[in-house]
């Protein structure tokens, strides 16, 4: 039962422009969202995180929204910079404070000169 | 301040031998988190450890697999009595008391022939 989902493997942008990763969850319980960065070989290194109870959140060229009824969270990365080609994932976690991360399965951004 | 070290990165082992992980989370981090990523999968919660203490081990298959993290040294993910399909990149995080953002090390990646 994947609960956290990211249904696009891929994701290729022209450099400058806008780019935007969506991700879904299904369970209802999860109050806190966080964004990381993965490059091959390397852990994931955290972006951003927004809590259930703001609609946006913002640093520098990231933003995340979140909209709670449709359980749906993206973001955006504007403008879009070569070194941002990476595996992004998206995950959750319920009760604020020292919680088990569910992620997503990711999605793979390659952005092109 | 050094990040979450994880040793060793690479470490292959035969079907029925021991794979000893280890992990020394950051700096004043009390919290340490076991994920396991398998090909094209995202990450998967294993194990949650505070010092001397197993939070949460939900994730952790219910035979061959330990975890400890003592008063004194790394966290240590245990694997006894390898088998192919454990082989996976495993990821160690830490985090500072009432924390949702984690921080993970770059991982080891485990092979078993």
């Known amino acids: 039962d994947q609960q956290v989902k990211q249904n696009s493997p891929s994701l290729s942008v022209q450099e400058g422009r806008i780019s935007i990763l969506n991700c879904d969850y299904t369970?209802?319980?999860?109050?806190?969202f966080l964004w990381y960065k993965k490059y091959p070989a390397e852990g994931p290194t955290f972006l951003i995180s927004?809590?259930?109870?703001?609609d946006k959140n913002e640093d520098g060229r990231f933003t995340v929204f979140l909209n709670k009824s449709a359980k749906h969270l993206s973001l955006h990365i504007v403008p879009s910079q070569p070194g941002d080609s990476a595996v992004y994932f998206c995950a959750a976690s319920s009760n604020f404070g020292n919680e088990k991360l569910t992620f997503g399965t990711g999605t793979r951004l390659t952005i092109i000169p | 301040n050094a990040g979450v070290m994880q040793n060793p990165r690479h470490l292959v082992r035969r079907r029925g031998q021991e794979a000893r992980l280890r992990c020394s989370p950051m700096k004043g981090h009390s919290h340490v988190y076991w994920y396991r990523q398998l090909p094209e999968e995202g990450l998967k919660f294993m194990v949650y450890?505070?010092?001397?203490?197993?939070?949460?081990e939900s994730g952790m298959p219910k035979e061959r697999f330990s975890a400890e993290f003592p008063k004194e040294g790394p966290s240590i993910l245990r694997i006894q009595q390898v088998v192919r399909g454990d082989s996976a990149a495993y990821f160690c995080?830490?985090?500072?008391?009432?924390?949702?953002?984690?921080?993970f090390g770059p991982g080891t990646r485990l092979t078993v022939l």
């Open positions: 995080a830490s985090s500072p008391k009432r924390s949702n953002e984690q921080f």
């Open positions: 927004i809590s259930s109870i703001k």
């Open positions: 369970n209802s319980m999860f109050d806190y």
């Open positions: 450890l505070q010092k001397e203490n197993i939070i949460d």
